[in-house]
């Protein structure tokens, strides 16, 4: 993939969380083929051990660095760890994907436990990530980006699993103010957006299945449609699925998206 977007100019620094898996990985490999220093963040572990190498292979022979922290997102302190340890290394950071994410089931008068998990990881995880990286990267006078990962659940709330619903409700929220904070910032380029994947086939949907059902996206092709929707300037990064449902779905969504911000600012200002 080719990208004309100045934040993804090769030696720029991205940042990935959940990044040992799905889509957050698939977005690290893109940005190593592009030639970008990446960042993976995920919970301690093999797995994101295994994910850093194979990132790592992706950009060999460039100049490009690639090295795993380990973060528990829900944790503020260990999200400041991570600012720390990329300043030092990097200097600073163009690409910011707060991408964590996790589904674990939840009912409404469920254990209390499972409301706290899932929005500290998915709500709170995003929030601290921002709120952690965001000043250094408005500092700079140069083209940045924090891309957010939402869900069609946090618009349209369908029935069961109010818990994530609720936590991909504000994570929508707070992108959306967060661009509101950035637009009105004199001299800021950072751009805020919003990605709000289809059924992409990863951990958290397999469900035992060992094969993509029909119509569910690869992580791949999630990232492609992300950063072409980058590309063009888009705000909300909607893909598109097969949902039964679909009118409805599309919908709700205009309504929940469309008044409420322009999808496409410009930018620079
Ligand atoms: P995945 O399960 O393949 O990847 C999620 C990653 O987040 C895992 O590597 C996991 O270890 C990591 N993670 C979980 N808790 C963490 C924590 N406390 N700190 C740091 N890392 C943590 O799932 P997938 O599908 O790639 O999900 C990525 C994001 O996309 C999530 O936010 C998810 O809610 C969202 N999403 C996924 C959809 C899908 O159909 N797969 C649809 C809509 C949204």
Redesign the pocket.
Known sequence: MTMQHPAFAKGHVAVV??A?????LAAAREFARLGLCVVL???EGD?LEAACQEVRALAAGGEADVVAIA????RPDQVESLERAVIQRFGRVHILMN?????PGSSLFGPQANWDSVLA??LM?VIYGTRTFGPNMMSHKDPALIIN?G??QGITTPPGDPAYNVSKAGVKAFTEALQHELRNTQGCRVTAHLLI?G??Y????ANGRTEKPAGAWT?EQTVEFMMRSIERGDFYILCPDNDVDRATDERRIAWAAGDIIENRPPLSR
């Open positions: 969380t959940g040992a898996s799905g889509i957050g963040a995920d919970l797995r973060t528990d997102v829900s991408n964590a994410g996790i589904q990881v998915n995880g990962t869900s069609k994947p059924f992409v990863t951990a958290l949907t992580p």
